[in-house]
Nanobody, 124 residues
Framework: QVQLVESGGGLVQAGDSLRLSCVVFGFGRTDDWAFMSWFRQAPGKEREFVALINFSGRSAYYADPVKGRFTISRSNGKTTVYLQMNSLKSEDTAVYYC???????????????WGQGTQVTVSS
């Protein structure tokens, strides 16, 4: 059974940076967590896609609102995924979730495993 644990959230000011981490526990089959993504959910809004990375770490994809500011990366051992967030804005405030699945996808339904979430609050 794959388990995902996020960390790194916090309260920052607009323009600051944060780095989120997501660690894979349990492993299961590698295919189960080949593709990993970050989603976020602001109060009163639906969970939305933020960034995606493939197993090798060589291919990434970003939602338009975070392009050029956020960078997703993967450790050499593939079991940790990072989200480097720079130039944070108040609209980035949300609970950030790590997700893992067998294929690429931009929707919640594309992923089988989820972390518990980590709160990011950006004050303006």
């Amino acid at each position: 059974q794959v388990q995902l644990v996020e960390s790194g959230g916090g309260l920052v000011q607009a323009g600051d940076s944060l780095r989120l981490s997501c660690v894979v526990f349990g492993f299961g089959r590698t295919d189960d967590w080949a593709f990993m993504s970050w989603f976020r959910q602001a109060p009163g809004k639906e969970r939305e896609f933020v960034a995606l990375i493939n197993f090798s770490g060589r291919s990434a994809y970003y939602a338009d609102p975070v392009k050029g500011r956020f960078t997703i990366s993967r450790s050499n051992g593939k079991t940790t995924v990072y989200l480097q967030m720079n130039s944070l804005k108040s609209e980035d405030t949300a609970v950030y979730y790590c997700a893992a699945g067998r294929s690429t996808g931009l929707t919640v339904d594309d992923y089988d495993y989820w972390g518990q979430g980590t709160q990011v609050t950006v004050s303006s």
